[in-house]
């Protein structure tokens, strides 16, 4: 997931703290293992690798989680897609290539071949590959959370890179953790602020910080249309599960104002908040 | 030989303007008492040239020749070279100005020779130095010192006898890059010093072209023990002087291995070394050197409980990254006994970046100088005092001390003792 992971457990002793972040920490390193793409060894590049050529048969945990992802594709009415990065390559400037016209045709989540019963995966093209970016930082907390009940925490705030965060009971001085969302434009400017009590958070964006990438299309892809979202806007979504959280970020991010609203629908106990920056670098805020 | 830039006396004025006012002189660079500003300056504006003569000019001597001689406050009255192809290019970039020898004491001879630049191949580095200095001539001698112990011991002593200046070339000790990380390592930013590893690796035979054969040995010296230590006394030298400095101390034993495993050309010193020198605080210096791989190039790692820091590259690591700043707001608001809203994403967060610390620079520029120039215009100035620049022959004297002793270890297979004899208050 290439992010840092910053747990903060308030009254705790020093070794038993160290003790519980670091099955926390190995638990979440466990899960990049097998979910990272960047990483050769890991079950999403051998599907990646293999899945072209023959069904290769997924385990339990690997099953349940692609399972989930094509759920959340049918509950998102496809606009959660893990097999956008074709897509994705070719409109950063890497067309590998491959024209549109074939990419386009190659893509999507419907294409992919999941056999429920004898539980494996086939991937009918070799152009279509499997990205749990928009996916991993959430379900690594939705797994995190056994840990937690295990070592009996009440008091835990975990963060993903600031970008997925868990948070769970009281702040040591107050009830519930305060947090707000930086503008992204100028960070000296909280543009949303949540009070998060036993909740997650995620925020997915297409505003590049780093200064050599800011040049480029944003890295969200739609699935209806295969383009870029070029409106500079990030989507922040409050939910029990930081995964549902983590799903739906990104989802709503890429989805338009229509299918937004259908989306939302399907979920409920969720918040959902839409910040759209303007020319004149104002942010703009509104519910979904 | 293009002519020298020398604006590193801008760079290097500008890093001054750090320390001067600080303890630091009197802590960590006893030898930069020498760069009072003001000395700086008279070196270039002062009415007395001073004259200095060049002995040995290869491809070293040429281009401390070419240092010097961009320097206003010096005249290269003299150069010496027994090998003719070398006087005669030497002579050249002088403009002929120079009176040419290929007999160094007829050139110790000369009256208005305030001082000498020795870059000989290294066994003739003692009885240059001490012929130099007993005819009254302050000198500069490159790395490593000598050939043997007896002879740096005795250089040494010459030194205190005469009273006469005797720097040896050590460019690393004036080169900003690493003054001022030493400094933050003294300052203690990554913590005590538990490990230094120092590597220098070449993918080269380390040969000269030979116009005849029977010069093989005069013009490839490096690589016949009568002459040199190889690897030991012209590479590690270098970075075991950064170690001893890093630490304030020098080693008290040393244990190594070394073989030709490649360049089996009729070379007698070895193509390959590894050493573990051993320092009174406990602290090991890991060193090696070969020559059949360059992958990894040259660097000296200082490990701290802290932090890295790899001073050839220039650059510093944290053991442990800070959080983002919102996380850190947070740390701070709840030893505070503050709840108030902390704030996530926004500009400081790059989405799905990696936090991989990438390790941050000493300093931001480029030099155009490792040290070398800085080095010689030193020189020059405590030639114009009179008075040598405290503790640079100690620092020196060490590093090539227990770069022989390296030697020795790995030539006798043996764990080598810091002798007695050898020890300098």
């Known amino acids: 997931m290439g992010t840092s992971c910053d747990i903060i457990i308030s009254e705790i002793d020093t070794a038993e703290g160290e003790k519980v972040s670091e099955e926390i920490v190995t638990e979440i390193r466990r899960i990049e293992s097998r979910l990272s793409r960047f990483t050769g060894t890991s079950e999403i590049s051998f599907i990646n690798t293999f899945a072209s050529k023959y069904p290769v048969q997924l385990d339990d945990e690997m099953f349940s989680i692609l399972e989930q992802v094509n759920s959340y594709n049918k509950r998102t009415f496809g606009s959660f897609d893990i097999t956008m990065r074709a897509v994705n390559e070719f409109r950063k400037g890497d067309p590998g290539n491959k024209k549109i016209e074939e990419i386009s045709a190659s893509v999507g989540w419907d294409k992919v071949d999941m056999n429920f019963k004898t539980r494996t995966i086939f991937l009918p093209n070799k152009i279509l590959e499997l990205d749990l970016g928009g996916f991993g930082k959430g379900y690594a907390l939705e797994q995190v959370m056994p840990l937690i009940k295990k070592f009996s925490l009440e008091n835990i705030f975990i963060s993903l890179g600031e970008s997925s965060v868990l948070a769970l009971g009281n702040h040591p001085h107050g009830t519930g953790w305060k947090v707000g969302i930086r503008h992204s434009i100028n960070p000296a400017i909280l543009v949303k602020e949540f009070l998060l009590n036993n909740q997650s958070l995620s925020s997915s964006g297409n505003i590049y910080f780093n200064p050599q990438e800011k040049n480029l299309p944003g890295n969200s892809i739609n699935p209806d249309i295969l383009e870029p979202v070029n409106e500079k806007q990030t989507v922040t979504v409050i939910a029990d599960s930081p995964l549902e959280a983590e799903v739906l970020s990104t989802a709503l991010l890429v989805s338009d104002t229509e299918k937004r609203n259908k989306i939302r629908r399907n979920f409920n106990n969720i918040l959902a908040y839409l910040i759209s920056y303007n020319i004149d670098q104002s942010a703009t805020i509104s519910e979904i | ?425």
């Open chain 2, 1 to 425: 030989m293009k002519e020298l830039d020398h604006s590193s006396r801008r760079e290097f004025l500008k890093a001054l303007g750090i320390y001067t006012g600080t303890s630091l002189f009197a802590a960590s660079l006893p030898w930069f008492k020498v760069f009072g500003s003001e000395n700086l300056k008279d070196s270039v504006t002062a009415g007395h040239k001073v004259s200095i003569g060049m002995i040995g000019v290869g491809s070293r001597g040429r281009l401390l020749l070419l240092y010097l001689k961009n320097n206003p406050g010096v005249d290269i009255v003299a150069v010496c070279d027994n090998y003719p192809p070398n006087l005669e290019k030497a002579l050249e970039l002088t403009e002929s100005k120079a009176q040419g020898f290929e007999d160094y004491r007829r050139m110790l001879e000369l009256k208005n020779l305030d001082a000498v630049v020795i870059a000989t191949p290294l066994h003739e580095h003692a009885h240059i130095t001490i012929d130099a200095l007993d005819a009254g001539k302050h000198t500069f001698c490159e790395k490593a010192m000598a050939r043997t112990t007896d002879d740096c011991l005795n250089m040494y002593n010459k030194q205190k006898a005469t009273g006469k200046i005797l720097q040896i070339g050590h460019q690393r000790m004036f080169n900003i890059k690493y003054i001022q990380g030493i400094e933050r390592i003294k300052n203690g930013e990554i913590g005590p010093v538990t490990q230094i590893r120092a590597y220098w690796h070449r993918n080269n035979n380390w040969r000269r072209k030979v116009p005849r054969p029977e010069l093989e040995r005069k013009i490839n010296w490096r690589l016949y023990k009568e002459y040199s230590c190889g690897l030991m006394t012209e590479l590690a030298a270098h970075q075991i002087q950064v170690a001893n400095w890093i630490l304030g101390e020098y080693p008290e034993s040393v244990s190594g291995a070394g073989s030709i495993n490649y360049w089996n050309d009729g070379r007698e010193v070895h193509d390959n070394v590894a050493l573990v020198y051993t320092y009174p605080s406990g602290t090991q210096l890991i060193y090696d050197s070969l020559t059949s791989n360059k992958h990894y190039g040259f660097e000296e790692q200082i490990l701290g409980s802290k932090g890295t820091y790899e001073l050839e590259i220039g650059k510093m690591y944290v053991e442990d990254i800070p959080p983002p700043p919102g996380i850190l707001q947070l740390i701070n608001n709840i030893e505070n006994s503050i709840f108030e809203t902390i704030p996530l994403g926004g500009a400081s967060w790059v989405p799905e970046t990696a936090v991989k610390d990438k390790g941050t620079y000493i300093i931001d520029e480029k030099l155009k100088d490792d040290g070398t120039d800085i080095q010689m215009e030193a020189f020059v100035n405590s030639v114009r005092e009179g008075k040598p620049i405290p503790e640079l022959l100690d620092e020196g004297y060490n590093a090539s001390i227990a770069s022989l002793l390296g030697y020795h270890a790995i030539e006798d297979r043996a764990v080598v003792y810091w002798p007695e004899h050898l020890r300098i208050v």
